[in-house]
Nanobody, 124 residues
């Protein structure tokens, strides 16, 4: 079974920084895309940042220049470095990954997997 476990959320003052981590574990054959979504109270979940297996990145306009997504393929981990945080960045952040699980037959069908979510609060 594949799991994504997030860490690194918390309370930070405006202008501060946080680093989120998300580690995939379990029976994994390969990992394709990875990324982060967020959902603020009363709002729809939105894509924050995305990274392909080759390292190509995409960002929401609202976080460009402030957030950086990276991944460590050896550790099956994706990171989100968040700088110059604003109150409007307050949300629950969810990591996701497209993963082919390892099955007795070999490579399983790629599926979307999600982390449990981590709260990020930006407030003075």
């Amino acid at each position: 079974q594949v799991q994504l476990v997030e860490s690194g959320g918390g309370l930070v003052q405006p202008g501060g920084s946080l680093r989120l981590s998300c580690a995939a574990s379990g029976s994994i054959f390969s990992i394709f895309h990875m990324g982060w979504y967020r959902q603020a109270p009363g709002k729809q979940r939105e894509l924050v940042a995305h990274i392909t297996s080759g390292g190509t990145t995409t960002y929401a306009d609202s976080v460009k220049g402030r957030f950086t997504i990276t991944r460590d393929n050896a550790k099956n981990t994706v990171y989100l470095q968040m700088n110059s945080l604003k109150p409007e960045d307050t949300a629950v952040y969810y990591c996701y990954a497209v993963i082919s699980p390892r099955t007795p037959q070999g490579r399983g069908v790629p599926s979307n997997y999600w982390g449990q979510g981590t709260q990020v609060t930006v407030s003075s």
